[in-house]
């Protein structure tokens, strides 16, 4: 399975993007998906996480209530869309999968998830 992250690029703050993951594989609903910025010189945090059906979403304090994680998964794509953006959005998100089974609904944290897109990076400018 990989994934394969895109929608980065530079946008003036208040501006909007939408990132867009895409897996392969025929398992992507088994899969708890998130995603995870790493600004630079810093280690990588949580953003957003999904569960399987989408019936569950969290955010971190930092983008809750402008950012919105999606996904469909007929076309087996996780979705960020993120508005009002800051320059501290500033960064590369990763998209990340969890593909062994798992009893939470939706992950948090790094260690949670076992596979990960290559990075899209976000510039935000002031």
């Known amino acids: 399975v990989q994934l394969q992250a895109s929608g980065g690029g530079l946008v003036q703050a208040g501006g909007s993007l939408r990132l867009s993951c895409a897996a392969s594989g025929r398992t992507f609903d088994s899969y708890v998906m998130g995603w995870f910025r790493q600004a630079s010189g810093k280690e990588r945090v949580f953003v957003a996480t999904i569960s399987r059906a989408a019936t569950v979403t969290d955010y971190a304090a930092s983008v809750k209530g402008r950012f919105t994680i999606s996904r469909d998964n007929a076309k087996n794509t996780v979705y960020l869309q993120m508005n009002s953006l800051k320059p501290e959005d500033t960064a590369v998100y990763f998209c990340?999968?969890?593909?062994?089974?798992?009893?939470?609904?939706?992950?948090?944290?790094?260690?949670?998830?076992?596979?990960w897109g290559q990075g899209t990076l976000v510039t935000v400018s002031s």
């Open positions: 990340a999968a969890r593909s062994r089974a798992v009893t939470g609904m939706v992950l948090t944290t790094s260690p949670d998830y076992d596979l």
